[in-house]
DNA sequence: AGCACGCCGACT
DNA sequence: GTCGGCGTGCTC
């Protein structure tokens, strides 16, 4: 009988499986994704089970044993497995960083994590009380209390003065059981009616319940998608299955889990950045174990185990959020997608502004296209004022059309929001005397000016230093600080206007709790000026709020880099959105210094999908995605020319260029140089999936082969957002 | 990624 | 004389 092995995936930025023996005293059945313990050089280490080895990559009498099993069942259910599996291959990252990743963090380590604590509980089914023994009082009691309630949670018992050690023994007696997440499963609050684009759309999808299909659903800001999502998880619910919901992770709100919470009480969960680890875990468990039916989450709940999957829907589909941007760098959007696909259901990508990916998906008709145009109400999606601030004076950024619009508004008891994607109080520090400039020391850019905080921060990476007394060059202490920041635009208005400006950014919300009370004092309905960055841009709704000014887009809308038009535009139309949500009609006045750019004027003129099949014929023409698949493979090093020299040397190793395949680079990155390391680029680009996917392989055997230590870090980037 | 081994500088 | 710097090599 040859000794029996297993093939196990090693958290270690290695592309390899490592082999292990499986003693006889596990015992157990070999299955694909248990967790193990093993000896991996010279300490443990938690792998996942990939298969059964059919022969030992080394001969077999080298082999380490497995020490342990740490699952009782496989943590990473089959298809979950061939996910990750698939994952790893396409994203070209380490197959054991990839599953690791797909667990939650409590299961990353050997430690059996402690149960998470239940925090609600009610009776067993068929529970016969007469069985307690006469004396016991207060078990008989707490019987009575979860026949009255149903279920009890932690504060409940405490008001109703029950103690932990009753609770105890009545779960002991296995009379009592922890609930589900939350109170009891029933009908949740009716939905509005749907209109008859909404009909349409919720039809198709829930026609194809029970099959792999993918819609595009394209609808204008507060036209009810959220409501088309509600219908056809309630439909899939009805035929028993779950639901996997995701969204940006700024749009994981309270507001938005409460919302689905209110529909469906009792059946929903959350998977987020913001839960503790244990409750994580918890949640997880919820959804694995079938107590909840549907998950709400950001980009890492794609890969939540939902035994009984049937719709998937992916909400804000085009926002960059679902890209993971450092170590694997997957697309939860595009996971969700093949998800969809090996588990033969429907899924919904929507969006007010879809990706042109999504687009082209939908051209070529691989999406099917679900429009909604009418918004819900009576409200009129506000319309886009250009206003042309060439040699127009500005007032801390405004010129005097915008001001004329925001005294109006506050006059008619209505509030503005303004819209500046730049914190800080000014991105330059400048010395008046000799123009010295505070520059990052660790990056090629610039420190921004914090003012109140009296320092000097740099937006690349960690660096922050205090704000410099006088000019270290000349010890003169005269500063100009150049350009608006948020910050300075509040103080500005705040001397400049008596009602209250409130500033919404990543500086002025960094407070646990600030942003909800920031939220809830705009939702009292004072008039009111808010300034904030993209942060206000997302998620919340403001209904007050009937002007937006945007004062300053034009370096994105026009960038050359071909992404940053699209996601400006994306962000333009999304700030634009916040106006006039309710009964009132809103105002959206965006400051240019190009008004009279092809683009703009067809973004603002024709619309969104006028400007998007613009963008589309340019990428057609200059083949770039999505008419033709992008990897970008990026070195940092502690000087430039040991990035570019690495990526250099793999560039030899691929193929010559040819019609269906090419290469840029390697190049250094636009800002070479940031927290203290040198970045260079290598892009590569092919007419086919399988020409790219084969060269970056190559790619990885050889970046591997190089000796190449601490100095030199490399990463492979599929699909890349930008290409640098 | 970790972790050990290994070979050169300033310290009780 | 040793403590400790991080270069380099290996992990079934």
Known sequence: MPPLLVSVAIPCPLRRR??????????????????????FGRREVVGVVIAPAEGAAVDASRLKAVSEVLDERPS?????????????????????????????????????????????WQLCAGVDVSTLPPQAKQQRALCEAFREHGVLSREALGELGFSRATLRELEKKALVEEAATTAAVGGGVQGPPLNDEQQQALVAITDALGQFRRFLLDGITGSGKTEVYLRGIEQCLQQGRQCLVLVPEIGLTPQTLRRFERRFPGRVTSLHSGLADSERLRNWQAARDGHCDIVLGTRSAVFADLPRLGLIIVDEEHDASYKQQDGWRYSARDIAVKRAADQGCPIVLGSATPSLDSLHNGDQGRYHLLRLRQRAGEASEAAIRLVDIRQQPLQDGLSAALLTAVDATLAAGNQVLLFLNRRGFAPVLQCHHCGWIAECAACDARMTVHYKRRQLRCHHCEAVR?????????????????????????????KRFRERVLRIDRDSTSAKGSMAALVAEVRQGEPCILVGTQMLAKGHHF??????????????????????????????LQVAGRAGRA?????????????????????????????????LAERRLLGLPPFSYCAVIRADAVTLSEAEDFLA????ALAEPANDWHMVGPLPAPMARRAGRFRASL???ADTRGRLHGQLQRACAVAEGQRAGQRLRWSIDVDPIDLF
């Open 583 to 615: 009964e009132q009609a809103g105002e959206v006045l965006l400051q240019t210094h190009c008004p009279q750019h092809p683009a703009l004027q067809t973004l603002v003129h024709r619309g969104y999908r006028q400007f998007a099949s613009t963008l």
């Open 649 to 652: 040397t793999l560039r030899s």
């Open 76 to 120: 990473l259910s089959p298809p979950l497995l061939s996910l990750g599996l698939w994952a790893a291959d396409y994203y070209h990252h380490p197959v054991g960083e990839c599953l690791q990743q797909m667990l939650p963090v409590a299961l990353r380590k050997a430690a059996t994590p402690a149960r998470a604590k239940a925090e609600r």
């Open 683 to 685: 892009i590569l680009q």
């Open 18 to 39: 490592f082999d292990y023996l499986w003693p006889d005293s596990l015992g157990r059945v070999i299955e694909a994704g248990l967790r193990v313990r093993v000896p």
């Open 543 to 572: 209904p007050k709020v009937t002007l937006v000014g945007v004062l300053d887009m034009d370096a994105g809308l026009f960038s050359a880099d071909y992404r940053a038009t699209e996601s400006s535009a994306q962000l333009l």
């Open 466 to 494: 205090g704000m410099p007394r006088t000019c270290p060059d000349c010890d003169n202490a005269e500063w100009l600080y150049e350009g608006p920041g948020t910050e300075r635009l509040e103080m500005n208005l705040q």
